[in-house]
């Protein structure tokens, strides 16, 4: 059964090739990814049917409660389906989709190196310098995943007849072009015993690695490695080692806990790095999520995302961007839509307590004119919630997220996101969601991150609204995943095997979000070392004059560190609350929560000549601390807020011209 039949009974019309598909080398055929949907008539969603159920595995026999609820536990989503059936068969058709062509050979590398910064590896007119920062912060795995994309353009190139581009050797310097991937793979030998003692120990249990190695233990705390690059991890993994775990859908309680081990830099969120740093992630993110599907022989396909033309209206149908746009007009640094805040504030306040509110489907008129008023009210601030049911707010959030003119994953990668399912490993997958997330647009992760948060806090009332977590996320792949810019194929039989993935999915994104919404340490350090290379200027040159230079500049630095010991009395700047710096001595074991701690105590004190203590002051008269925290600023980073764990010394060693300065968070922007 192919998804353009489905398409037509629930009024999608189109068939595409999403952006970016990934390929199962192994088979030599597409693996379907996203989106997922099903006619009400052919699906599994008909429990009556007795062939079906023998065909899940549901005879009367089953015995066990876990058997009985991994068979049924699908329920919810076919319902699903045939709701957003039923509520698309009344709208009409807008038409105005256009089909995306699969790129002709050579056009995927190009637009790979052009999402990646790049391009001007393949430009006419381009010079070495110009991406030498970029290429000088990669890993290997990164390096060779580079070299791939750059060598399959080459060849197609050369095959259209055209002008011949340059090699990859001028770009790589004296390796050639299998050198630096066979140099890989020849390494990782050498890489596995290195990382031996960081990734197994000597009794081979797993200990800080992305594996999947000894059985798991239920309720054990694993630890979750984001020092070293996730492709680098999967190159270390000795042949049969990485355990296969099966993909039979668990009980929620079943997924271990996770947790990242904070070394001695602490551990970064999204949102603690300035926007400056910020976009440089998504490029790093993107090349390291290649590098990652090249280990694990996953092809990333990259195909033209379909344009749709957004509709006329002010709430629904219109893009996340120019929502943000218009909403930070009246409320300045607005990071979600005001309607989306909106309609999750409604439900968190009433909603939480109401049985079923994700599953029971509210009533399709009062949502559409529930919609209607929302169009022509909301803004003007004559909207009321007090009266409206929270199963028809349940109902239009859902709506909300279905019409926009871009799926919320994003057309170029809602597929990624879908196909993660296919990564045996947990870690890994993991690891994979983890990147798709910093690639995101910003306006597309935060309301994504604002979603799931209430998701999560959905799940937490289970007990009241007979929600668990993998009904909730049952509920919510459908509308997640079903878009109808990116329509596809799904081959027949293999209807409920991706939709079970796809809600494996979004309850891996609910359950495991802290995880995902923070920025790999290793990530971190590349920004630091491109930071440092874009303000060295640093260019390539001839080989002999560029190996000359890099002697001159490691003498030098040699010489410059055996002649000044790094200083251990640092000055921290509170400017907004002191005339006077803060001197502080630094050991081994000062964190910046003990700064902090000080810097608390002596204010108290009144040690210091203060310049104002207004922005400090409750209603009380006391102080208030909990919004000061430490930054990092200047030196290779732009701005980065510390983690409250974080040991100063072992920072000052890796950026000693940054400055720290003490700040009081800014609050978050009020929601509706």
């Known amino acids: 059964m192919y998804l353009k039949d489905i398409n037509y009974d629930i009024g999608f019309t189109r068939t595409r090739i999403p952006r970016p598909q990934i390929l199962h080398k192994s088979v030599g055929c597409a693996r379907p990814m996203a989106p997922i949907t099903c006619s009400h008539r052919r699906c599994p969603c008909k429990m009556s049917s007795a062939p079906w159920k023998e ?28 709701s957003i059936k039923q509520s698309s068969d009344s709208e009409p058709e807008e038409g105005n989709a256009l089909d995306a062509k699969t790129p002709e050979e050579g056009e995927a590398e190009a637009e790979w190196l052009q999402d990646t910064g790049l391009s001007d590896l393949i430009s006419d007119h381009s010079s070495d310098g110009d991406n030498a920062a970029l290429l000088s912060t990669l890993t290997k795995t990164q390096t060779a995943a580079v070299q791939r994309r750059l060598d399959s353009y080459s060849r197609s190139r050369r095959k259209k007849s055209k002008q011949p581009v340059r090699d990859v050797r001028d770009v790589f310097g004296a390796a050639a072009s299998g050198e630096i991937l066979s140099e890989t793979e ?15 120990n000597t009794s081979g249990e797993e200990e800080l690695g992305g594996f999947t190695s000894p059985p798991r233990v239920p309720g054990k705390e694993e630890l979750f490695n984001t020092d070293v690059a996730y492709s680098e991890q999967a190159a270390v993994v000795p042949k049969g080692r990485l355990q296969r775990e099966p993909r039979r859908i668990r009980e929620d309680y079943s997924l ?35 590098a990652l599907c090249d280990i694990l022989d996953l092809d990333l396909k990259r195909n033209k995302a379909v344009k749709r033309k957004a509709a006329e209206n002010r ?69 009321s919630w007090e009266e409206v049911h929270q199963n028809d707010v349940s109902g239009i959030l859902k709506r909300f997220i279905r019409e926009l003119p871009m799926p919320l994953l994003t057309a170029e990668y809602i597929s990624a996101f879908a196909s ?26 935060n309301a ?14 289970e007990k009241s609204n007979k929600m668990n977590l993998w009904n909730i996320s049952t509920v919510m792949a459908p509308n997640l995943f079903m878009h109808k810019a990116v329509p596809t194929k799904i081959p027949e039989g293999q209807e409920k095997q991706l939709a079970e993935g796809a809600a494996d999915i979004v309850r891996m994104m609910i359950h495991y979000q802290d995880l995902l919404w923070t920025v790999s340490s290793f990530l971190v350090a590349q920004v630091r070392k491109l930071n440092e290379n874009n303000t060295r200027k640093y260019q390539f040159y001839d080989r002999r004059i560029r190996n000359l230079l890099r002697k001159m500049h490691t003498d030098k630095d040699k010489t410059e560190k ?44 009144n040690d210091w000549n203060l ?33 409250p764990d974080t040991y100063l010394l072992d920072l000052y060693n890796i950026n000693p011209n940054g400055e720290w300065i003490i700040k009081q968070n800014p609050p978050s922007p009020p929601a509706l």
Not at 615 to 640: A, M, P, Q, T, W
Request: one cysteine or more; charged letters at 25%.
């Open 55 to 82: 065909s899940i595995g549901l005879a009367p026999s089953l015995k066990s409660r876990t058997e009985l609820l991994d068979s049924l536990s699908m329920d919810d989503f076919w319902t699903e389906v045939e």
């Open 186 to 200: 020849e390494s990782v030998q050498d890489l596995t015993e290195q990382s031996s003692r960081i990734i197994y």
């Open 256 to 290: 271990p806990k996770l947790k990242i081990p904070k070394g001695r830099l602490g551990v970064t969120r999204i949102g603690d790095m300035s926007p400056q740093d910020m976009k440089k992630i998504p490029t790093l993110a993107l090349i390291e999520l290649t």
């Open 315 to 383: 709430l629904f149908g219109v893009p996340l961007s120019v929502l943000l746009e218009n909403d930070q007009k009246i409320i300045p640094n607005t990071r979600v839509p005001l309607i989306l805040q909106a309609l999750l504030s409604c439900l968190e306040k009433k909603g939480l307590d109401t049985e079923g509110i994700l599953r029971i489907s509210g009533s399709q008129a009062r949502i559409k004119s529930l919609q209607q008023k929302l169009e022509s009210d909301f803004y003007a601030g004559l909207f």
């Open 420 to 445: 993660v399912q296919h990564i045996p490993d947990l870690k890994q997958r993991l690891q994979a969601l983890n990147l798709l997330v910093l690639i995101l647009p910003e306006v597309n992760r």
């Open 448 to 461: 994504l991150k604002a979603l799931l948060e209430f998701l999560r806090k959905v799940a937490v009332q």
């Open 562 to 605: 055996n002649q000044a010991e790094p200083s251990k009395m640092v000055k921290i700047q509170a400017s907004l609350y002191l005339k006077d710096s803060l001197e502080v001595h630094l050991d081994n074991g000062t964190k910046a929560a003990d700064v902090l701690k000080e810097f608390k105590k002596n204010l108290c004190q």
């Open 611 to 643: 310049v104002s203590t207004v922005g400090l002051l409750k209603c009380n008269g006391s102080i208030d601390f909990s919004d000061l925290v430490l930054y990092e600023v200047g030196g290779n980073i732009n701005e980065r807020c510390l983690d």
